[in-house]
């Protein structure tokens, strides 16, 4: 079975802290991704990256970096976070045939 | 136009019925299809993937309409547990690495 693991499941921030959220898959993919998922929004692609030092921005990259010094681990920052960046973030990997794994995802409260 | 969009619901249906979600795409390239299934505070996990020739796994049927730009998911015998929330994902072409996910289609069996 996959397995994408998510370093922490609740977090609570302040505003102005840096933020690191991690993720870890465990089936050599290619391709790893980072979501947020709000009501009403569905799944928006933060960014991606399709090989290690690799990253391409997504539909909203804005207030967010990504890092990918291993395969197998790819990491989102807030550099500084936000109320608006209150959300639950999913990060998958995924191999050739396209399908995605999800991990449990974080959801992220800054107050 | 969004890339992929889905009708929210939400369907209430009772136990035992048909449901039939649909989901239309903008890319006439889009070669990947699939369904998720997401239950409530959980990551998305795939259902099935669609085929050009359509699939089938037990109860639920996945289907393909590429001249119409649309996938279907039909669910015979509705049980209770089938209740979540139903995403299509679409990739944008050949070799493209990412997926555009629908906001999702909530569905409801009731006893």
């Known amino acids: 079975d996959v397995k994408v693991t998510q370093s922490s499941r609740y977090l609570v921030k302040r505003t102005g802290e840096k933020v690191f959220l991690e993720c870890v898959q465990d089936m050599d993919h290619e391709n790893m991704f980072w979501y947020r998922q709000d009501p009403g929004l569905g799944l928006r692609l933060i960014y991606f990256s399709y090989d290690v030092k690799m990253k391409e921005k997504g539909d909203i990259p804005e207030g967010y970096s990504v890092s990918r010094e291993k395969k197998e681990r790819f990491s989102l920052i807030l550099e500084s976070a936000s109320t608006n960046q209150t959300s639950m973030y999913l990060c998958?990997?995924?191999?050739?045939?396209?399908?995605?794994?999800f991990g449990a995802g974080t959801r992220l409260s800054v107050l | 136009r969004k890339e992929v969009e889905q009708d929210p619901g939400p369907f209430n249906v009772p136990e035992g019925a048909t449901v039939a979600f649909n989901c239309t795409y903008s890319?006439?390239?889009?070669?990947?299809f699939f369904w998720y299934r997401q239950d409530c505070r959980k990551e998305p996990k795939l259902l099935m993937s669609v085929y050009s020739s359509g699939n089938e796994d037990g109860r639920f049927t996945a289907q393909l309409n590429r001249a119409s730009q649309y996938i279907s998911l039909l669910i015979r015998d509705s049980k209770l547990s089938d209740s979540a929330t139903y995403l299509c994902?679409?990739?944008?072409?050949?070799?493209?690495?990412?997926?555009?996910f629908g906001t999702g289609t909530r569905l409801t069996v009731i006893p």
């Open positions: 994902a679409v990739n944008l072409g050949p070799g493209a690495n990412n997926l555009f």
């Open positions: 998958a990997s995924a191999g050739g045939l396209n399908i995605q794994y």
């Open positions: 890319n006439s390239a889009s070669q990947s």
